[in-house]
């Protein structure tokens, strides 16, 4: 019964990596770049949804704080590729690499000047709320994480399987060049995928955060989730979803039954295992690049 229960929280848990691994997906599957801001991205759509519920000023309600956290997320996303990214378009990926990992730094000062360093929690409405059956008990915010994290991942896999953009920025992270000169508009693409990657990383920060206090830290959480990603796949949807889902039920039962120092190792111990016996991931999309 303990395992059970451990293995259903680490399944939230999992599915939180797992929206964060989208993130990275996402702007892979569209220029075959990392954008290790991704995390940072996470806390900061987080902060916002915070900000705009719970401060006297605002006083939003959660339903429609949300929302408008996503709208403005996206926007960020999308300012981010236009003003910054878009000035090394060309370049090496490893140029991609350093930049997001600078703009990492920035958002977690951005969030820390904003809203301070101290735990904060968001004021969600089914705050506390349990099921029970079994002597199994299931957080209603457990059951919403879920059921929004396998909806998210089913749209966006039918976004890039049965969309003209989707289709389009595939088309684009084969050869940004060819696709650019055969009338692919590569630029705006990229600035829809990046906007894309901020609203999906913000719904996992707010579920995140009905799960727990948030603070400019949480960020780091993306390394996890880059662990996801590679396990899935990169270039999967339904990869980085599944190595979430690893990754989040291994945590509790390596912490429960295993060394302290295994259960900390854990993500990147499957990590490794995986890149040794399966290179490309689970869900490896082995595909002959066009040049």
């Known amino acids: 019964m303990e395992l059970l229960q451990l293995m259903i929280g680490g399944l939230a848990n ?43 000023q605002m006083g939003l309600s959660f339903w429609l704080a949300v929302p408008i956290a996503i709208v403005i997320m996206f926007g960020v996303g999308w300012g981010v590729e236009r003003v910054v990214v878009r000035r090394i378009f060309g370049q090496p990926q490893f140029a991609l690499v350093i930049l997001t990992i600078a703009m990492g730094f920035v958002f977690r000062f951005v969030a820390g000047s904003i809203w301070g360093y101290t735990p904060l929690v968001l004021e969600t409405p089914f705050a506390g709320q349990n099921l029970r059956g079994g002597g199994i008990v299931i957080s209603v915010s457990d059951l919403i994480t879920i059921g929004v994290t396998i909806a998210l991942t089913l749209g966006l896999w039918a976004f890039f399987a049965f969309t003209r953009i989707g289709l389009a920025a595939q088309a684009a992270s084969q050869n940004q060049m060819a696709a650019y000169i055969v009338g692919v508009p590569v630029m705006r693409i990229n600035s829809i995928i990046w906007g894309l990657s901020g609203a999906v990383a913000t719904v996992a920060g707010v579920l995140y955060a009905t799960r727990g206090a948030i603070d400019p830290n949480i960020g780091l959480l993306g390394i996890k989730a880059f662990a996801a990603a590679v396990i899935g796949g990169l270039g999967s949807l339904p990869g980085a979803l599944l190595g979430g889902i690893i990754i989040g039920v291994v945590e509790p039962i390596a912490g429960r039954y295993a060394p302290g120092e295994l259960a900390i190792m854990s993500p990147y111990i499957i990590m490794l295992i995986v890149l040794v016996t399966r290179p490309g991931g689970l869900f490896a999309q082995m595909h002959a690049k066009k040049v």
């Open 14 to 56: 999992g599915c939180i990596y797992g929206l964060v691994a989208l993130g990275f997906v996402l702007i892979y599957k569209a220029s075959e770049g990392v954008n290790f801001a991704q995390g940072d991205m996470m806390m900061l759509g987080a902060f916002v949804a915070l900000g705009l519920g719970n401060s006297a």
